[in-house]
């Protein structure tokens, strides 16, 4: 049996995974724990298990991973945290930067929006944490394990390190001490999320320069921030890449917010929204020292795999120039009806 625990990289998650692996120890015996966020992770984790139980614990899961959990119909956890949250843990348990933290919650935000309403989901929040058995009781009757009152008690009797967590309160006060630089990336990758879960619609996302990576010539031993202009002297590459985020499934529109130095001037450009496959693609020409805006619709599928990246090739090799990340703004679209669909089909066909 397979029990799954998907939720943002919080205390509190941590939390829900010890008792869902302490229930399930006690209900079947020998309990694999496994990190994974895509199907082919799952698939080797199985392959390589010793046991046919096991607790696989998802805090950045991919579209295709999600669906499958949902049209199988298994029954699964979903622990729904204050993104800020989420983001302190990671910087201060996890030894995270700042980046590589708000990518984490941020992918894992992109998850919750589906995951909190699929058929099979049980969702939790911190607030639950204040009844320790009455969380577990809830698990145990979502999960249909084998536990009963009796052995339900001695099996809560640890302590998982939980801790007290900080109040929402804390947590913007928190945020509002950071630099105005930090301040832009999470609240540019986050605070649309944060609205959402507080009962917001979901505004755009904006993915700051801090969170791309430069594509260097010659190649950096280690991924550089694109939180600089970048010398596009050398060859033909991907000179702008990442960031790596996941997306909900469904229709989205990107902003990309280049800067061009005037040597730039007659160079062209190939940008790409990447999640394993090309979802889009378009071409610019820079006509010298400007500011460029490229609007590009496409569409995350259920079969994603791969985090989102946008991908900025220069298509010749170049002597001079210099290239600058504005922003990447993330706007999703509403999908067309069935209704519609159908009505559009049904005059077509007259």
């Given amino acids: ?5 998907i939720g943002l990289p919080s205390r509190f998650a941590e939390l829900c995974d010890a008792l869902i692996v302490r229930l399930a120890e006690h209900s079947f015996g020998s309990v694999a724990t496994v990190a ?19 607790v696989v614990c998802c805090r950045q899961p991919v579209p295709r991973l999600q669906h499958e959990i949902a049209q199988a119909k298994l029954p699964f956890v979903v622990t729904l945290d204050d993104p800020c949250a989420a983001l302190r843990h990671l910087l201060d348990r996890a030894g995270y930067s700042l980046a590589e933290a708000t990518r984490a919650v941020a992918s894992s935000c992109a998850a919750m929006l589906t995951t909190t309403t699929a058929a099979g ?14 969380l577990a009781a809830a698990i145990v009757r979502h999960f249909k394990l084998p536990v009963d009152d009796s052995a339900l008690s001695a099996l809560i009797e640890f302590d998982p390190d939980a801790g007290s967590e900080l109040t929402e309160a804390d947590l913007r006060s928190w945020l509002d001490q950071l630099s105005d630089r930090d301040q832009a990336i999470v609240r540019g990758a986050l605070g649309s999320y944060i609205g959402h879960f507080t009962g917001g619609d979901l505004e755009p996302l904006v993915w700051e320069p801090e969170l791309f990576f ?3 010539e010659p190649t950096s031993p280690v991924p550089v921030p694109a939180a600089r202009p970048i010398d596009l002297t050398g060859r033909p590459r991907f000179v702008v890449y990442g960031p790596y985020i996941n997306l909900a499934p469904g229709p989205w529109l990107a902003d990309i917010v280049l800067g061009f130095s005037a040597e730039a001037a007659g160079m062209t450009f190939a940008i790409e929204i990447f999640c394993g496959t090309q979802l889009t693609q378009t071409h610019i020409t820079v006509a010298g020292e400007e500011v460029n805006e490229t609007r590009l619709h496409f569409a995350i599928g259920d079969d994603v795999d791969q985090p989102v990246q946008i991908r900025i090739h220069n298509e010749r090799a170049a002597f001079d120039g210099r290239l600058a990340v504005g922003y990447v703004a993330m706007t999703p679209q509403a999908a067309v009806s069935q209704e519609t669909r159908t009505r559009l089909a049904n005059a077509l066909r007259r």
């Fill in 1 to 5: 049996m397979i029990l799954f625990s």
């Fill in 36 to 54: 994974l966020n895509s199907l082919e992770e799952l698939a080797a984790a199985v392959i390589r298990s010793r046991t046919t139980n096991m």
């Fill in 121 to 134: 989901a049980l969702v939790l929040k911190p607030v639950d944490a204040g009844n320790l058995p009455a």
């Fill in 214 to 216: 430069i594509g260097e």
